[in-house]
């Protein structure tokens, strides 16, 4: 596997690799402009057509922005991923699980190995203005502000002083102000700042930006799978084999990754909250990974900064929140966690797991399913219900067999549309809490849904019955190696 440690290694690894990578030297405005031309090279995911998924892209002329560079695009590429992380795309879901269970935990190193802080601009300085420093981008003209999309966000425990670190939706409102939504119940951060508040203080807390890829999947992770005093940089050591490794903080009582592009270094405020969209009236966010813009909240906290760190000639990471980059981040770590669940209540049973794209990475997974005796007719659709406890965003999950390919939706269709009989294999489940971004998950489009955020999950099972298995033997063609005839295709 490559020696990846940072986003520069990772970019270094993807020039070597057709059609991975490209970069343009023509001035591009970070208003919309840039997630616009990303939009159609490949963005991909749940983005509107016309999208695809295409080679990670690099803009060396960023306007307003002279001294940095910005990367989109990076992770938008299950193929992209497996380059990545070393390992084949079928089989990332397996990988992760394998580092969660087996994590490597962070090491803080001296200062002066913090090549994050080789540059360092102080908020006391005069002219300090974040919105100059950082080559946010905006992903639509709609949007509330600038986001950072790939912020990784880093505190602790006011108590137990234990670190987590999580990405989250981060708008640059003012010279030193950043909003930060937190999704109800979601996040781990949001206990942290929840307790510090109580307490009446604030939550020390740096964003590192443009980072080794496998701390952004590992930052992914969520409960059951990574409980409370989880720390997910331990997975991401787990994923590289190597400790991530960590820098103290110039001006907070806080830890950073050391060799980030940039890095934040600020406070959450107490008490303090903002409308999200206070800088435009427009009524809406960003871009969410469903394909719809999210609204903008009446009430987000605050982080107030203190300083920005900075590499030397800084690329700025993004990411447009609908396109497959969100699906890579989000959904092969929920597919690890599914497969660890599984895997405990019935081994061997579940071959892998896809959380598709169509479904962002969270509402959507195909279980990839194996009944060898009569009693495990049944145990599929347990193992659909133990997929919806391992992941609560999770709406719909189907069950193919394991002669269908999970990561082929065209053959999952197949399988719906040749071993499935909707009054008997369709299972809702009403009245279950899901995810507040999903505009169908609200009481105007049923009476039926009590509240904004519950949904009626569902259960599509298109795997054969055991005791038909002999009905449904797919044509079987002869193996065989085809270079032989064509061997510049394969």
Same mark, same amino acid.
């Given at each position: 596997?490559?020696?990846?440690?940072?986003?520069?290694?990772?970019?270094?690894?993807?020039?070597?690799?057709?059609?991975?990578?490209?970069?343009?030297?023509?001035?591009?405005?970070?208003?919309?402009?840039?997630?616009?031309? @990303?939009?159609?090279?490949?963005?991909?995911?749940?983005?509107?057509?016309?999208?695809?998924?295409?080679?990670?892209?690099?803009?060396?002329?960023?306007?307003?922005?002279?001294?940095?560079?910005?990367?989109?695009?990076?992770?938008?590429?299950?193929?992209?991923?497996?380059?990545?992380?070393?390992?084949?795309?079928?089989?990332?879901?397996?990988? #992760?699980?394998?580092?969660?269970?087996?994590?490597?935990?962070?090491?803080?190193?001296?200062?002066?190995?913090?090549?994050?802080?080789?540059?360092?601009?102080?908020?006391?300085?005069?002219?300090?203005?974040?919105?100059?420093?950082?080559?946010?981008?905006?992903?639509?003209?709609?949007?509330?502000?600038?986001?950072?999309?790939?912020?990784?966000?880093?505190?602790?425990?006011?108590?137990?002083?234990?670190?987590?670190?999580?990405?989250?939706?981060?708008?640059?409102?003012?010279?030193?102000?950043?909003?930060? @939504?937190?999704?109800?119940?979601?996040?781990?951060?949001?206990?942290?700042?929840?307790?510090?508040?109580?307490?009446?203080?604030?939550?020390?807390?740096?964003?590192?930006?443009?980072?080794?890829?496998?701390?952004?999947?590992?930052?992914?992770?969520?409960?059951?799978?990574?409980?409370?005093?989880?720390?997910?940089?331990?997975?991401?050591?787990?994923?590289?084999?190597?400790?991530?490794?960590?820098?103290?903080?110039?001006?907070?009582?806080?830890?950073?990754?050391?060799?980030?592009?940039?890095?934040?270094?600020?406070? #959450?405020?107490?008490?303090?909250?903002?409308?999200?969209?206070?800088?435009?009236?427009? *009524?809406?966010?960003?871009?969410?990974?469903?394909?719809?813009?999210?609204?903008?909240?009446?009430?987000?906290?605050?982080?107030?900064?203190?300083?920005?760190?900075?590499?030397?000639?800084?690329?700025?990471?993004?990411?447009? *929140?609908?396109?497959?980059?969100?699906?890579?981040?989000?959904?092969?770590?929920?597919?690890?966690?599914?497969?660890?669940?599984?895997?405990?209540?019935?081994?061997?049973?579940?071959?892998?797991? @896809?959380?598709?794209?169509?479904?962002?990475?969270?509402?959507?997974?195909?279980?990839?399913?194996?009944?060898?005796?009569?009693?495990?007719?049944?145990?599929?659709?347990?193992?659909?219900?133990?997929?919806?406890?391992?992941?609560?965003?999770?709406?719909?999950?189907?069950?193919?067999?394991?002669?269908?390919?999970?990561?082929?939706?065209?053959?999952?269709?197949?399988?719906?549309?040749?071993?499935?009989?909707?009054?008997?294999?369709?299972?809702?489940?009403?009245?279950?809490?899901?995810?507040?971004?999903?505009?169908?998950?609200?009481?105007?489009?049923?009476?039926?849904?009590?509240?904004?955020?519950?949904?009626?999950?569902?259960?599509?099972?298109?795997?054969?019955?055991?005791?038909?298995?002999?009905?449904?033997?797919?044509?079987?063609?002869?193996?065989?190696?085809?270079?032989?005839?064509?061997?510049?295709?394969?």
């Amino acid at each position: 596997m490559a020696n990846i440690n940072d986003l520069r290694s990772a970019l270094e690894l993807l020039q070597t690799i057709d059609g991975q990578y490209v970069e343009t030297d023509v001035e591009v405005d970070p208003n919309a402009e840039l997630s616009g031309v @990303y939009r159609y090279v490949g963005a991909g995911g749940t983005v509107s057509r016309p999208t695809r998924e295409g080679p990670a892209m690099v803009f060396n002329n960023v306007k307003g922005h002279p001294d940095a560079r910005v990367a989109i695009g990076v992770l938008a590429s299950r193929k992209r991923v497996g380059y990545l992380l070393g390992e084949k795309p079928e089989n990332l879901g397996k990988l #992760l699980n394998r580092a969660v269970s087996n994590p490597i935990p962070p090491v803080v190193v001296d200062a002066s190995k913090a090549q994050c802080q080789e540059v360092v601009h102080y908020a006391t300085e005069e002219g300090f203005d974040i919105r100059k420093l950082i080559p946010a981008p905006t992903n639509t003209e709609e949007d509330a502000g600038p986001y950072i999309t790939m912020g990784l966000c880093y505190a602790s425990d006011p108590e137990t002083k234990e670190s987590d670190i999580t990405i989250h939706r981060l708008c640059l409102q003012s010279k030193d102000e950043i909003s930060m @939504y937190f999704v109800p119940g979601a996040r781990h951060l949001g206990v942290f700042r929840e307790k510090a508040e109580a307490m009446g203080k604030p939550l020390p807390i740096s964003i590192s930006v443009g980072v080794d890829p496998a701390i952004e999947i590992a930052a992914c992770f969520e409960p059951p799978t990574t409980p409370l005093g989880y720390n997910e940089l331990g997975a991401a050591g787990g994923i590289r084999g190597q400790a991530v490794e960590l820098a103290p903080c110039l001006t907070i009582d806080e830890k950073c990754i050391a060799n980030a592009e940039y890095v934040i270094e600020g406070e #959450l405020i107490p008490n303090a909250r903002v409308r999200e969209d206070i800088n435009t009236d427009s *009524g809406k966010a960003m871009p969410e990974f469903p394909g719809y813009t999210g609204v903008a909240n009446p009430a987000v906290p605050i982080i107030k900064v203190k300083a920005v760190t900075t590499r030397r000639n800084p690329i700025m990471q993004s990411c447009i *929140g609908p396109s497959e980059e969100h699906v890579s981040m989000a959904g092969i770590p929920t597919e690890a966690s599914i497969l660890a669940m599984v895997e405990r209540a019935m081994p061997g049973k579940l071959q892998n797991v @896809y959380c598709a794209s169509c479904g962002g990475g969270k509402y959507m997974a195909v279980l990839q399913f194996k009944k060898s005796v009569p009693s495990d007719e049944g145990r599929q659709r347990q193992a659909a219900l133990l997929a919806f406890s391992a992941f609560s965003e999770l709406k719909h999950v189907f069950l193919v067999d394991e002669d269908v390919d999970c990561f082929d939706l065209s053959d999952v269709i197949w399988a719906m549309n040749t071993r499935f009989q909707a009054d008997v294999d369709l299972i809702p489940i009403p009245g279950v809490r899901c995810h507040p971004l999903d505009p169908s998950n609200d009481p105007t489009i049923s009476p039926s849904i009590r509240d904004h955020g519950i949904a009626c999950k569902a259960i599509f099972d298109c795997t054969v019955p055991f005791d038909q298995k002999h009905r449904f033997q797919r044509s079987k063609f002869k193996e065989l190696d085809p270079k032989k005839w064509v061997p510049d295709l394969f």
